[in-house]
């Protein structure tokens, strides 16, 4: 599904995203959710002028991706 305008992706993700941890994913921002020490879910952001324009869930098959936990900034 998808969800647009600010105010509805803010409501979506209120109090849902205290789990997820900023990681840079093949260089660009982006954040992971893990459970148990797995990682579930990567969240790619497209950012432009300073923004969050989208998020794209990522979820199943992470081969060939670099997570990078280390150097990302909020």
């Known amino acids: 599904s998808r969800i647009d305008g600010r105010?509805?992706?803010?409501?979506?993700?209120n109090g849902r995203?205290?789990?997820?941890?900023?990681?840079?994913?093949?260089?660009?921002?982006?954040g992971a959710w893990t459970l148990k020490g797995e990682l579930?879910?990567?969240f790619a952001f497209t950012v432009?002028?300073?923004l969050v324009?989208?998020?794209e869930f990522l979820a199943g098959d992470f081969d060939g991706i670099s997570v990078d936990y280390?150097?990302?900034k909020p």
């Open 70 to 72: 280390r150097s990302a």
């Open 40 to 42: 579930k879910v990567l």
């Open 53 to 55: 324009r989208e998020v």
């Open 17 to 30: 995203a205290k789990g997820v941890r900023f990681v840079e994913i093949d260089g660009y921002a982006g």
């Open 7 to 13: 105010d509805a992706v803010a409501e979506f993700f």
């Open 48 to 50: 432009e002028d300073g």
